[in-house]
């Protein structure tokens, strides 16, 4: 599976996550990346009987719903309290095309 | 090596409109209508002060978990049944992963793999014929959240963009249906015959300008030339905010695709799904600038949330909470109350409320006939003069009823029943204290005998052709009896001159 | 005068001494009992952090003015006569991944270190509900993310047994703090281990509930499957008082079960006469080392004496754990940490535009093992890759639960070892991760079945701890906890200090 990790893999996996890395870390992302895969790999060779479902979350109980009920929310400025940048009413982020 | 290469530019450019199929999908998302968010407890109210309607929930803050609004859930499952869709027993929410700075968690809870409603169908028709009534297949409708809105700056300065979450979390319903529809006046008929579903079964308001209801549209064409089918891309359009815009977005992209494969022949083979946006001010589509990956969601099960499971019980009694849907009540309203075609469908256009309304006027006066009359005449043209809804009217149903009861009883005709109704309206009051007010009161015999007797002395030859059979011709005594005393029945009026002439039965 | 201060300063000084051979339930009754105020009692350990934690870095915040103002409040309630909750008066050191309303809670990172949460983890809520005092917030790998607390945005966390060493991790702060007597309990939380491997690192108890158990809400989540909060303690016993406050269904959390929440420590008296032990024959296969078989041998005869049978299982998809483990994990921390960009609540790298500043924030926000994750997350759910890691990774997730269900008809519980080792030194495992992922070899496999665990301390190794490891069925914590106080009653591994 894990074949063809290299700059070009971990720069386009780094734009996904959004993380901006330089090619030194992108090829060191590279190699880590290659080296927990080929340790990963070990699952390929398990073999899954045909009825097995995939166990996603840890509990499988189900139906946990509230009522339609308003509750008040936060005040505006609780909620912006830990924003980096705002205007005391909006966030303020820096434009899409800058 | 394709089929493009093989069309010259002027077999292409040969092409009628005849060989043209246009192909349209459509993506709709409604707001449902619940009080409070998907997975929070704040507001769903539009219009508050930016920011004033979040909680750590709905902006994403560390720690904060999402527990599920079972009113969006219900709402979602009535208008699957309403949409005649599969409903599903088992449901599981689903983390669609991107960035954007209105999605604060940095993913949209959504359903990828097991929507709440399988496949369904809304039949769809139009009163001028400008095609044949045909069944749009719905594909799916999922629940999901709704983004915060970002308000860029349009100055081109560079200035930077305000987010506002107060709508983060808002219950969505994304009806995707077939590409079945194929032309744009079969999309507006979809999308106005969605609405009023939606409407009448109250799961949302559709109110389009505040966003409750938001439709993309994917288009494209296939063009028989010479017996070779060609597809155009397909292409997406966003931003048809109404109606209307919907119809001429799709109606000028057809124009556009067609013009386009003409000049280029490009076909969809290889192309990717484009984005066009619709500008309403320039009425025309616009393409959107590309992003530089194609988008990847990385979408998986959301471990915050667990899976939903609903009986048949459950949707047993959220079916019988439908009531009677629009198309079924039409016929009902021909079929039971005896209303013409067109009435009805004038009435049932007006949403639920409306339709309500006539029928307690209806039970109320005993007469469906005055009933429809009057709410089709004197209620809706006041609805449509103000602007407003059935719910703001000043009469209420019983009011009305009441009103309607009295011409249908013969105490009022129906001209003296308009002046009680512009009392009842002007002095609030009902119909009692009106007809007090305008001083309106049974004529006694004494004074009807008299009556008659001075428009019979004063009228020899209208006297004279009833006697010579024409009976009809004391219809032009109503007129001067009005004026003599207004309160006077026409019917009683007539009866009792036929009575004194001897012409009787 | 003179003798009569010095006598008072003896009394004080025995108090201190005092305080600290206490063990929590031993504080709580003194201080119903009017034997011991709140407010000493949080001094004494406000004075030793004051003394100790310089060196260790346990704490990366010490509430000092408001842990001593909650103490007076709840002497002053305690001499008006109040009713006060099962924990008053007792401060507990609570992980810095939890959130505190009020007090900076930053998981360790840069990216959240001006971060103030406006809310209460329900457990923190539960606490203070109890009139517990919260009396600080402890370091811990960077988002939970580690087996060391070196990836720490705040500096490494020492082993109070031997600050060469590490004191394990995630939760390496909270298990330090209890090892060194600078908290009678602390609360951490366990993704793959992060609550048993520092315990077993440290020579203090600590429990992995039942996934659901206890709420998550508030707590800065890691792997959203996988987490669960839980108590460091001296004792078992402690460890029982701790479960009954923190506890419980929590309508915040739609992953809380609703099962009902038994008194924990009701059964820890019974006799282990019929327990079933169930010994794992992989976790006993090669390279485990001498001295921490021999504690294992050791062990198991102690409990067998105490009336315990035991039985050999298997589970034979467990060596697939840590495959299978870092694929969810990583998975659902690319998403959990996706809202960690530079907008709301976090750091942020300013940037002319948009993506810019998501991609420079994210880099500088966060550490590097961090961005590993993130990266191997993302990687395994990008499109063409989901079905072989993410999917493949989740059956094998529940072939491993399904091994539990079946070792658990011939046996109560599994015992074996904690950590295939002991505290290991500074900077042994940071040039090659993967090392450091085999740390939680014998405990990531509860997480996974989301089945219940705690290490107690068994042993020494060179003079650091070893921890035995008890894993137990679904919700059931009360037999966890009952074995392991039984053999608390019959052992003194528990009580050891380190050379102050
Ligand atoms: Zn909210």
Known sequence: MSNAIDRKTALHVGKLARLELTDAQADASAKHLASILSYVDQLAEV?????????????????????????????????????????GEFYRVPPVFG | MNTNTQISAADREAVTAAEVTTIIGLEVHVQLQTKSKLFCGCSTLFGQEPNTQTCPVCTGMPGSLPVLNKQALKLSIK????????????????????????????????????PICGVGYLDISDSDGAFEPKRVEIERAHLEEDAGKSSHDESGRGGKSKIDLNRTGTPLLEIVTRPDMRSAAEAKAFLQSLKMILTYIEVSDCNMQEGSLRCDGNINLHINVGGQKIATPIVEIKNMNSFRAAERAL???????????????????????????WDDQAEVTIAQREKEEAADYRYFPDPDLIAVVTTDEQIDAIR???????????????????LSEYDANVLVNQGRGVVDYFLSVAKTCDNSKLAINWVNQEVLRHLNETNSAIDQYPIGSDGMGDLLKRITDGDLDQTRGKDVLSAMMEDSI????????????????????SLCQQLLDANPKVVAQVQEGKVKALGALVGQARKINPNVNPGTLQANLRKMLGVDG | MASSIECLLSLVNQNKMEISKLSASQIVSHIAAGELTATDCTQHFLNEIERKDPTLNSYLHVAKESAIETAQQIDARRSAGESLGALA??????????????????????????????????????????????????????????????????????????????????????AACVGADLAPVSIGSDTGGSIRQPAAFCGVTGLKPTYGRVSRFGLIAFASSLDQIGPFTRTAQDAALTMNVIGGHCERDSTSAREDLPDFSSKLDQSLSGVRIGICKEHFESGLPDDIRKSMDESISVLKSLGATTVEISLPHSKYGIAAYYVIASSEASGNLARYDGVRYTMRFEADNLNKMYGLTRTEGFGDEVRRRIMLGTYALSSGYYDAYYVKASKVRRLIKNDYTKAFESC?????????????????????????????????????????????????????????????????????????????????????RPQA
Not at chain 1, 63 to 83: G, K, Y
Not at chain 3, 421 to 447: Q, R
């Open chain 1, 47 to 87: 073999e899954v009987p045909e009825d097995i479902e995939p166990f996603f979350g840890a509990t499988e109980s189900v139906n946990a719903v509230r009522d339609d009920e308003v509750r008040p929310s936060m005040d505006r400025e609780t909620i912006l309290r830990n924003a980096p940048d705002s205007d």
């Open chain 2, 79 to 114: 208008t699957g049944l309403a949409l005649n869709c599969e409903i599903a027993k088992h449901t599981k929410w689903d983390r669609k992963n991107y960035f954007y700075p209105d999605l604060p968690k940095g993913y949209q809870i959504s359903q990828l793999d097991q």
């Open chain 2, 251 to 277: 109606d000028y992209e057809v124009k556009r695709q067609l013009a386009e494969w003409k000049e280029t022949g490009g076909t969809i083979e290889g192309a990717p799904k484009r984005t066009f946006g």
């Open chain 2, 320 to 338: 019988e909470e439908i009531g009677t849907l629009p198309s079924r009540l039409r016929n009902d309203l021909v079929r039971e109350h005896q």
């Open chain 2, 430 to 449: 009902d119909a009692a204290a009106a007809i007090e007010k305008l001083g309106i009161r049974q004529v006694d015999s004494s004074e009807l005998d």
């Open chain 3, 89 to 174: 008066g007792l401060p507990v050191a609570v992980k810095d991944g939890i959130c505190t309303k009020g007090i900076r809670t930053t998981a360790a990172s840069k990216m959240l270190e001006n971060f103030v949460p406006p809310f209460d983890a329900t457990i923190v809520q539960k606490l203070t509900d109890a009139d517990a005092i919260v009396i600080g917030k402890t370091n811990l790998d960077e988002f939970a993310m580690g087996s060391s607390t070196e990836n720490s945005a705040f500096g490494a966390t020492k082993n109070p047994w031997n600050t060469d060493c590490v004191p394990g991790g995630s939760s390496g702060g909270s």
């Open chain 3, 412 to 496: 109560d519980v599994i015992l074996g070892p904690t950590a295939p080792s002991t505290a290991f030194k500074f900077g042994e495992h940071t040039t090659d991760p993967l090392t450091m992922y085999l740390a939680d070899i014998f405990t990531v496999t509860a997480n996974l079945a989301g089945l219940p665990g705690i290490s107690i301390p068994c042993g020494f190794s060179d003079g650091m701890p070893i921890g035995l490891q008890l894993q137990g069925k679904s919700f059931d914590e009360a037999t966890l906890l009952q074995i392991a106080h039984q053999f608390q009653q019959q052992t003194d591994w528990h009580s050891r």
